[in-house]
């Protein structure tokens, strides 16, 4: 074998060390899930307070991720958050009922949206509002309640 | 007392003249380089040969470091988060400050010393024996044959050498936070999982290691192209690459992290 040959083999094999690296961050370490999006149908739901939600957050149907949220913004009517989510195609199953509630993982962990299905026989189609919500819980409020409560009680 | 001022103000001038100086020399470089590089794949044979000394060479200090980066980041996260009980958590630390920050940056730091440094010396070194201009009057151009093949090679190894970096450290992690410190396998690698994005973590690291890239290979052949050629120029030359390729690397991260995170 050739010096020359030698360099190309080594050569060969760092590259190939650095697509297999590649492949365990993509697939191992991060999220990654292909260059196209699943297809999916959006639906939105206008929220009082959305708390600490982002968007990529997850949506969640008994724990399983069905969707992620894509955009936040004001609704220049109402004032309130509105929330647009995509929902996989493969869950195209979810009544026209279906409750959204933003909810948090754990005490401290991100918060994402939980939905909740109904029983009316009509489902979610591309750019419904899902009418029944349940706001994020703001620890400060929930303090608040309690101290109101708590001051009432004492008297 | 006069005197003394003017000659002050004299010695600045002169120093920011210099400096100034190999700015814009620095610059017509980059400048003369940039239509040359479609020539590094022209020669394929050249552009491997530069790949194997810069990249194939440098994998020991390359992995071996990432190795012992991961495990001391594992063991350091877990004394923290054990207080809190959230010992998991680790993997995701690790993960994430690997490739945000220490992936990129480490590995190139190592490259600027390692490879960077060879380099300058191999380019001062065949200025002062005016092989450079032998290459001229052969009327062969040495920037498409000596720089541009250099320039890519750096350019195709640095984000390899990054990714290799990141995944050797998170193997490190692993073997200390599960193999060692007994924490749970499956939640170590379902978090680092549920919380390290490709686009936002992944692709941002990879995009930093390209750019420090471009630094090095620019930094490193302007050195040896402008070294005084003597073998104490070379010698300045190469200590100047890998001081300026160093804090570079440093400064244009803080750059980059202000406006991708």
């Given at each position: 074998m050739t010096r020359k040959q030698l360099i190309e083999i080594w050569v060969g094999v760092f590259v190939l060390m650095g697509v297999i690296a590649l492949a365990v961050v993509a697939f191992k370490v991060s999220n990654f899930q292909g260059l196209q999006e699943r297809s999916s149908y959006q639906v939105h739901a206008l929220f009082d307070n959305i708390g600490g939600l982002k968007e990529r957050a997850p949506v969640k149907l008994s724990g399983v991720v069905v969707g992620r949220v894509n955009a936040i913004e004001?609704?220049?009517?109402?004032y309130q958050a509105k929330v647009t989510m995509s929902i996989f195609?493969?869950?195209?199953?979810?009544?026209?009922d279906t409750s959204a509630s933003i909810l948090t993982s754990g005490l401290l962990g991100d918060q994402y949206i939980g939905l909740n299905v109904g029983a009316d026989d009509l489902y979610l189609q591309q750019g419904?509002?899902?009418?029944l919500v349940q706001s994020a819980i703001v620890l400060e409020d929930l303090i608040g309640q309690f101290m109101t409560k708590f001051a009432e009680s004492g008297d | 007392m006069k005197q003394r001022i003017l000659n002050f103000l004299e010695q600045i001038g002169q120093s920011a003249m210099v400096l100034l100086a190999q700015w814009g020399r620095g610059a017509i470089f980059v400048a003369n380089l940039l239509p040359a590089l479609p020539y590094s794949f022209y020669r394929l044979e050249l552009l491997i040969k530069q790949v194997y000394f810069t990249g194939v060479l440098s994998l020991p200090i390359i992995l071996t470091a990432g190795l012992f980066v991961g495990m001391v980041l594992s063991l350091q996260g877990y004394n923290v988060l054990v207080d809190f009980n959230s010992e998991e958590a680790v993997g995701t630390m690790t993960a994430l400050s690997l490739l945000r920050e220490l992936g990129p940056v480490v590995a190139a730091l190592l490259f600027a010393g390692r490879a960077g440094s060879a380099m300058t010396a191999e380019i001062g070194l065949m200025k002062s024996t005016e092989q450079l201009s032998a290459l001229e009057m052969m009327a062969v151009d040495p920037r498409k044959f000596v720089f541009a093949p250099r320039f890519s090679a750096t350019l195709i190894v640095m984000p390899l050498l990054s990714l290799m970096f990141i995944a050797m450290g998170i193997l490190g992690g692993y073997m200390v936070a599960v193999?060692?410190?007994?924490?749970d396998e499956g939640a170590f690698w379902s978090q680092m999982h549920a919380s390290v994005d490709w686009r936002e973590d992944a692709v941002n690291g990879i995009i930093k290691s390209v750019a420090f890239g471009v630094l090095i290979a620019v930094i490193a052949l302007f050195q040896g192209e402008d070294a005084v050629p003597t073998s104490e120029g070379v010698s300045g030359a190469t200590t100047r690459t890998v001081v300026q390729a160093s804090l570079g690397i440093l400064a244009l991260d803080f750059v980059l992290t202000a406006v991708m995170f």
């Open positions: 004001v609704d220049p009517d109402t195609d493969d869950y195209d199953k979810l009544s026209i419904d509002r899902i009418e | 193999g060692w410190l007994g924490v």
